[in-house]
C-alpha cells in the first residue's frame, strides 16, 4: 500500500498569511494526487486533482505543486472562510489512501 | 444539481450487521464509478470500497475485506455497502463519493451517516 505522510499536522496562520502543507508519497505516484478541505461537521470538498489542477469553483489562491514523490498545497494568501483541515488523497493505484490531514487554525 | 443522500446508519451490536444506502442524482449515475469513505470519531478519512459503473469491478480496503460489500442498482440510481462482522473500529461517519471522471478522486460527496457500533 501507498503511505501518504502529510505535514504539518497542524498550522497557526492569520488572515493574508501564506500557508504551506506538504504531502509526501511512500512511492512514484506519478501526479495522481488530489487536495481536499474539510470543515467541521462538513463532507470534504475537492480543492485540487491531478497535483496542480484546480477543481471548478475553486479559488485560484489555492495552488498545487509537485516534486517527485513531494507534493504542496499553497493557500497563498489565507481568507477567514478557508481555517478548516486538509487531506491529500492519492489516485495511483487501490487501495486509494489519505493523508492525515493538516488543520489551519486562526492565530 | 448532483446529489447524494445517505441513509441507514446508526446504533448496531458488535458483530451486528448494517446496511448502508445512497440515493444520487443530477447525474447519469450508470456511467460513474462509486465510492465509499468513512470518518472515525476526531479522526482523518479512509477509504473503504470502490465500484465500477456496472457493477463489475470492486475494490476494498483490507480493514473491511471479507466483511463488507458494495453494490448498486442503477435502475434506483443507488449505491449500497453492507456492512456484516461489525467491530467497534467500524465507527464513523460513512460517505458516499462519486469518482471525478474515473480519475479515482472524489468530486461529490453525501452528507455522511453515522455508524456506531456499541453494546
Known sequence: ?107 | EVQLVESGGGLVQPGGSLRLSCAASGFTFSSSEMNWVRQAPGKGLEWVSYITGSGSTRYYADSVKGRFTISRDNAKNSLYLQMNSLRAEDTAVYYCARDRESRDYFDYWGQGTLVTVSS
Open chain 1, 1 to 107: 500500500d501507498i503511505q501518504m505522510t502529510q505535514s504539518p499536522s497542524s498550522v497557526s496562520a492569520s488572515v493574508g498569511d501564506r500557508v504551506t502543507i506538504n504531502c509526501r508519497a511512500s512511492q512514484g505516484i506519478s501526479s495522481w494526487l488530489a487536495w481536499y478541505q474539510q470543515k467541521p461537521g462538513k463532507a470534504p470538498k475537492l480543492l485540487i486533482h491531478a497535483a496542480s489542477s484546480l477543481q471548478s469553483g475553486v479559488p485560484s489562491r489555492f495552488i498545487g505543486s509537485r516534486s517527485g514523490t513531494d507534493f504542496t498545497l499553497t493557500i497563498s494568501s489565507l481568507q477567514p472562510e478557508d481555517f478548516a483541515t486538509y487531506y491529500c488523497q492519492q489516485a495511483n493505484s487501490f487501495p486509494l489512501t489519505f493523508g492525515g490531514g493538516t488543520k489551519v487554525e486562526i492565530k
